[in-house]
């Protein structure tokens, strides 16, 4: 297998951790992420001086010589299959996708295939430069399974690292289209009264509380406010749905990004998404308020009805201020015109 050597020098004034200061240190096009520089320091393939050290709390001073042999990238583990995907751009180092509702987005265990990761390894093949020693695609970012919409996903360790931060920094923009049941409105008196809940001008909903896996059922998340991760959503009506208003069309965004986090804090506060097997129940609207074909369009949605409609971010490589947009799939949309709305412009 092919070795290249990565030398350079410590700057001044260097992080005391060993780990710490390559991570600052080492060349940009490298494209050594922190965490792979951890895995090559443990791996004794990182030598300071001229001697091999596996410790990443070893103390580095400035001046000292680094060599990094680093290994060419191995072959996935992980199958390519023939997946049709929607791309919406790609380049030597990222690629954004339209992920249909239905595809699970990693292999798991009740997941070992047809995957959005098996689909991307068999499309971007040999343009895949390896995200930890490994050819395939470094995700960032989750959608759940049956939530439809945008993902960016690295193709090389330099975008994984530089999305990543991102991310964990909460710059990027992920807004999400949701029809939730009932109405999420600063009228509402009652939604005064939910814990965690205000409102911030322009009628829009913000969701504060902490998020943690249910106590009993490990398959999902709850909200508290003592335990668990801080987390924060906002919300907005796009369209009020039925006559009189039983249903909406919603905008939602994330400060943070938890596991389900829409899906938990808009059931949290009484406006579930319609077709939520898990945290939305199965409500029956008022037929005079949607009609008949409106009741049962509700009733019969087999999914949340969620869509990551856009997703902007800085290209971490390039400095590309980038933003994407996506309509609703057609079953979004057709939910929608069946409870008397319009679909909206994205």
Not at 7 to 16: H, K, L, Q, V, W
Not at 201 to 214: A, D, E, S, V
Request: hydrophobic fraction near 40%; charge should be negative; glycine fraction near 10%.
């Amino acid at each position: 297998m092919a070795v290249s050597v990565v030398s350079f020098r410590i700057e001044e004034d260097p992080p005391a951790r060993l780990d710490k200061a390559l991570s600052r240190d080492v060349p940009d096009e490298a494209a050594l992420s922190r965490s792979r520089l951890g895995k090559l320091i443990e791996g004794g393939a990182v030598a300071v001086n001229g001697a091999t050290i596996t410790n990443p709390r070893f103390r580095t001073g400035e001046g000292d010589e680094i060599e990094i042999r680093v290994e060419e990238a191995d072959e996935s583990h992980i199958g390519a299959e023939e997946i049709p995907l929607e791309v919406l751009y790609e380049d030597d180092d990222l690629i954004v996708v339209n992920k249909p509702a239905g595809m699970v987005v990693h292999p798991a265990p009740g997941s070992p295939g047809g995957t959005l990761v098996n689909a991307l390894i068999h499309h971007c093949g040999e343009s895949l430069s390896g995200v930890g020693g490994e050819k395939r695609p470094g995700i960032v970012h989750r959608i759940d399974k049956e939530t439809s919409g945008l993902l960016v996903a690295a193709k090389s360790d330099r975008a994984h690292h530089g999305l990543a931060a991102q991310f964990e920094k909460h710059t990027v923009e992920r807004h999400y289209l949701a029809i939730c049941y009932g109405v999420p409105d600063q009228n509402d008196p009652r939604l005064h009264g939910v814990k965690g809940t205000s409102f911030e001008p322009g009628n829009i909903l913000k969701i504060q509380t902490h998020l943690g896996r249910h106590k009993t059922d490990r398959q999902r998340q709850a909200v508290s406010f003592h335990g668990g991760r801080h987390a924060v959503t906002r919300a907005r009506i796009v369209q009020a749905l039925g006559e009189p208003p039983v249903a909406a069309l919603t905008e939602c965004w994330l400060e943070t990004g938890r596991t389900h986090q829409i899906r938990v804090h808009m059931a949290h506060v009484g406006h579930a998404l319609i077709g939520d097997p898990v945290y939305g129940g199965r409500r029956k609207l008022n037929a005079k308020a949607v009609g008949d074909v409106g009741q049962a369009a509700a009733l019969d949605f087999s999914r949340q009805a969620l869509h990551a409609a856009t997703l902007g971010f800085v290209h971490p490589v390039t400095g590309e201020e980038l933003r994407f947009a996506a309509p609703l799939p057609q079953d979004m949309a057709d939910l929608l015109v069946a409870l008397g709305g319009e679909a909206p412009d994205v």
